[in-house]
């Protein structure tokens, strides 16, 4: 199973960015997919959750900014990121629980996508 992600980029304060990250591979079915993002120095922090049943979760600090959507058909999770703002700067990476086609649950990560937000 790998999970691609693709989106990232540099963009000025107020604006936006979409991420999306693809899984693929020998997957039976996807859990609760999630963005996490890292800056420079600091720990890995979450973003965003979203479960199968579409429930969502988001840091205190994105509310309202940002939204997590997925596509199941397309094994895909999305996040919309508005209002960008230049503490937002840092390398996104995509995580998701898998149940495998031999029916084992693991949890994966995408490689990562730089989002820099210039002020």
């Known amino acids: 199973v790998q999970l691609q992600a693709s989106g990232g980029g540099l963009v000025q304060a107020g604006g936006s960015l979409r991420l999306s990250c693809e899984a693929s591979?020998?997957?039976?079915?996807?859990?609760?997919m999630g963005w996490y993002r890292q800056a420079p120095g600091k720990q890995r922090d979450l973003v965003a959750k979203?479960?199968?049943?579409?429930?969502?979760n988001y840091a205190d600090s994105v509310k309202g900014r940002f939204t997590i959507s997925r596509d199941d058909a397309k094994n895909t999770v999305y996040l919309e990121m508005n209002s960008l703002k230049p503490e937002d700067t840092a390398v996104y990476y995509c995580?998701?629980?898998?149940?495998?086609?031999?029916?084992?649950?693991?949890?994966?990560w995408g490689q990562g996508t730089q989002v820099t937000v210039s002020s």
């Open positions: 591979g020998t997957i039976f079915r996807i859990n609760n």
């Open positions: 979203i479960t199968r049943g579409d429930v969502t």
């Open positions: 995580n998701a629980g898998v149940i495998t086609t031999t029916l084992r649950t693991t949890d994966y």
